[in-house]
Every structure is written in structure tokens, then in C-alpha cells.
């Protein structure tokens, strides 16, 4: 019998990390969170969606920043800002051990290779792809022009490398921070996901 086994996929914005991550899910039959945990979040912790999204993936550097940057003051909203953003961090983390605990599933972005860490059966994923893919498909996605789906593709990557390597502390993207880092553009989307998937079943021992 298989126990319990977690992949967790980090990627670039335009990558197609969502679609193989959904495709994987289907293929193996085991559930698949992106989004899905700020809405888990919010209902069991009783916080609004709201705080999550405005966190998501999102690093607080500005408490160590006033630190080690001999910033004036830490005035009572700047230290509850940091408190804030580390509480939330806790629930969506705690969140991903209980649905780990239930079954089997993927998870998409959120730290989640560094939540469970300890865990023998996780899988650790970085998909990337070459720029003009991911303009193209971002640029398509949300109806932008190539410049504001470039410009989107490098702010919202840095806020995730920023994420990351500040609750991780490993770095985005890198090799050593993964079992495999694979490049969609050489396969596709449904080449990568199936590259994954026989990759998954040495690495784990599965069916």
C-alpha cells in the first residue's frame, strides 16, 4: 500500500504550473490546491479571503529591514503589519499539514515543499519556461499587451522569489532547492506533465 504522497510545484508566472499541476491531479486521482487554500484558510481560521489575497505570496522583509536598516521607529502599526503577515502565513501552512494529513494532493506555490519538509513522500517541482512562452500565454490569459504581460511576469516573480526565500530560506528557482526543475517550452504542458508523472513514480514508488 502507498502511503500518502504530496507534490509541490513552485513556478514562474506563464509557465502552465497550474495546468500540469491540475493535469497531474487528474492523472494520479489525488486532490490539487492553488488558490483553493486561501478559501480553506479564511473559512476555518474566520478571517476574511480578503487578508489571505492581500498576503499571498507576498514576503514581509520590513520588521528585519528596520532592524538592520536603522529604521526610525517601529511604531505600533509597522510591528502589527509584520504580525499580521507572519500569523497568516502560520494558518496557510497549517492548513496545508491538515490536508496532508487526509490524503494524498498537489500543492502550487505558498511554500508548501518547505511546510512539509519533514515528510519522506513529498516531491519538490520548480517548472520555468522560456519568456516568450510565458508572455505569450500571460499576455493571453489576462488580456494584456506583450510589455504589460513582461512587466507583470517580472513583478510577480520577485514577489514569489521574495516569498520564498524569506520562509523557506532557500532560494527560488534554484536546483538545489528541488528534486526536478523542468522547462515546459522543451515538452509542452501535456509532455511535462507526463515527464513528471514517470518521474513521480520512481521517486515515490508508485503504481
Not at 492523472?27 to 478571517?47: M, N, R, T, V, W
Not at 513529498?122 to 505569450?136: E, G, Y
Not at 500565454?137 to 517580472?154: F, M, N, P, Q, T
Not at 530560506?169 to 509542452?188: F, Q, T
Amino acid at each position: 500500500m502507498v502511503e500518502n504522497f504530496f507534490i509541490c510545484i513552485g513556478r514562474q508566472l506563464g509557465s502552465g504550473g497550474r495546468q500540469i499541476g491540475e493535469k497531474l491531479s487528474g492523472e494520479l486521482d489525488i486532490s490539487f490546491y492553488d488558490k483553493e487554500l486561501i478559501e480553506i484558510a479564511s473559512k476555518q481560521s474566520g478571517l476574511g479571503r480578503e487578508f489571505f489575497e492581500e498576503a499571498d505570496e507576498k514576503a514581509r522583509h520590513s520588521l528585519l529591514g528596520g532592524l538592520f536598516g536603522w529604521r526610525s521607529s517601529f511604531d505600533e502599526i509597522y510591528i502589527n503589519d509584520y504580525l499580521r503577515y507572519e500569523t497568516l502565513f502560520k494558518i496557510q501552512s497549517d492548513v496545508i499539514r491538515q490536508l496532508a494529513d487526509r490524503g494524498s494532493c498537489i500543492f502550487v506555490g505558498r511554500c508548501a515543499d518547505y511546510v512539509l519538509r519533514e515528510n519522506p513522500h513529498c516531491l519538490n517541482i520548480f517548472i520555468c519556461a522560456d519568456l516568450k512562452d510565458r508572455v505569450k500565454r500571460v499576455a493571453g490569459l489576462h488580456k494584456l499587451s506583450e510589455e504589460k504581460a513582461c512587466d507583470l511576469i517580472k513583478k510577480t516573480d520577485k514577489k514569489r522569489a521574495d516569498y520564498y526565500n524569506y520562509y523557506s530560506n532557500k532560494v527560488w528557482g534554484a536546483a538545489e532547492s528541488y528534486h526536478l526543475c523542468v522547462n515546459s517550452s522543451v515538452l509542452g504542458i501535456d509532455g511535462t506533465a507526463a515527464f513528471i508523472r514517470r518521474f513521480a513514480v520512481q521517486k515515490l514508488g508508485l503504481p
